[in-house]
């Protein structure tokens, strides 16, 4: 049930705003001590305030996406997840749900008598579990585990990236708006987020590819 700012009265939102600044004024004075302290004033005053009007003209330019670029790989994402699920669906001799944690454990586990990595290790459904890093153990030892991490790897491209990022543009502007923080990674380095457009994958060529559509 939560409104924006810009839907709360004024007579309501003024004294919140009010003491808001007010605070941070009280703040200044031990903050700046400290920056003192550590010898940070040329840091702050040369690079981190000035930084702040960059990324605000960043943040109202935005980002332009190549949507037909998405659309049509999001397609050929589509079609080759297919062939992957067809694949192993042919491989068991029986279609099962493939995202299905459970449904996979007995795949893997029972109908293709793979050994799970860890016997003493179970999910609260009493199944072994199918994660990442149980997958990866077992890559080579069974077409079908090394077809289930390619799937999962492109469904995790096409779901966050692919299809997520072209709706996220702004219908009045045509691009995406992310936000910029000079505060939000303890390295110090910049981070992005709403959406985050950080962390474009880079590591396999599906991902790189993404990275085209920019």
């Not at 040329?42 to 659309?71: C, H, N, Q, R, T």
């Not at 016997?119 to 459904?125: D, F, L």
């Not at 994660?131 to 492109?154: N, Y």
């Not at 390295?187 to 920019?214: A, D, H, M, Y």
Request: charged share 25%; glycine share 6%; hydrophobic share 40%.
């Amino acid at each position: 049930k939560q409104i924006s700012m810009a839907e709360v009265a004024i007579v309501s939102v003024a004294p919140y705003a009010a003491a808001d600044a007010e605070t941070t004024l009280r703040l200044m004075p031990i903050l700046r001590a400290e920056l003192e302290r550590v010898n940070s004033m040329k840091l702050m005053d040369e690079i981190e305030m000035p930084l702040i009007s960059v990324l605000a003209d960043m943040e109202m330019i935005g980002v332009l996406l190549d949507l037909s670029f998405f659309k049509t790989m999001s397609g050929e994402l589509a079609t080759r997840m297919a062939g992957i699920e067809k694949q192993v669906f042919e491989s068991v001799g029986k279609p099962f749900n493939i995202n299905s944690t459970q449904q996979l454990s007995d795949i893997l586990f029972t109908r293709l008598r793979l050994e799970p990595p860890d016997k003493g290790k179970k999910t609260a459904s009493g199944h072994y579990s199918t994660s990442a890093d149980i997958l990866e153990t077992l890559s080579g030892k069974h077409p079908v585990v090394d077809w289930i991490l390619e799937h999962r790897e492109l469904s995790k491209i096409k779901s966050t990236y692919v299809e997520a990022l072209p709706a996220a543009v702004d219908s009045k502007t045509g691009r995406v708006h992310t936000s910029y923080s000079q505060t939000g990674a303890v390295t110090g380095r910049l981070s992005s987020s709403n959406p985050n457009l950080q962390n474009i994958p880079i590591r396999t060529e599906e991902g790189r590819k993404v990275r085209n559509g920019f």
